[in-house]
């Protein structure tokens, strides 16, 4: 069938024709990358005055130029990548340092509340010795009895109450079959506020 004439020429190709050409197509694509492929055996041969048209000769070259090329390649991308992950890595650690001490300023700055506590001598006593002890050090039932020339029951039993009004907190470990104990923040502030106000000496 003829086909119809466009501005004095033959018409544009049209879909049927590209479907009906694919095999076409594809051969000369193929063509078109296998010369690609040796152009780099090609080009090396011929500097080094070697028969350039020996196909054999040729490819074997063009391989192998085309696998350092793909060598190096993957090298320099692995080096990038570990360079991202690890800058990644190392922003990570960056804000997350930031962020903590952030947060440990942020709760050294909040002002500690004081309860209002009904506490006796013994009370004040026994945070007092909190108060006193070497870091690493607990609270213990079994400990006051001897500083304090009381039963470890009795102590037990205020250092109790002194936990459920948040002046001294369960620590890990017991001492004696007894629970050790540490001296909390508002603890410490009850001591220096009875240091202020009552004259109490530490």
Known sequence: MQRELTTGGLSPVGRDDMEGNWPAILRQLALEAHTIFL?????LLSRLDADSEEIFLTTLVAALLWS???FVAFKALKSVVAEIFYAGRRTR???L???QKANRRRRLKKPVEVPDVDIDDLDIAILNTGLTLPPGLALTAAELAGQLTRRPAQLQQRLEKLRK???VDGALGETDGFDNYRLTRSGAAVVSMLHREHGFRL
């Open 39 to 43: 152009k780099p055996g090609a080009y």
């Open 68 to 70: 350092l090329l793909a």
């Open 93 to 95: 650690t960056f804000l």
């Open 97 to 99: 340092g930031k962020l």
């Open 165 to 167: 009004y948040g002046l």
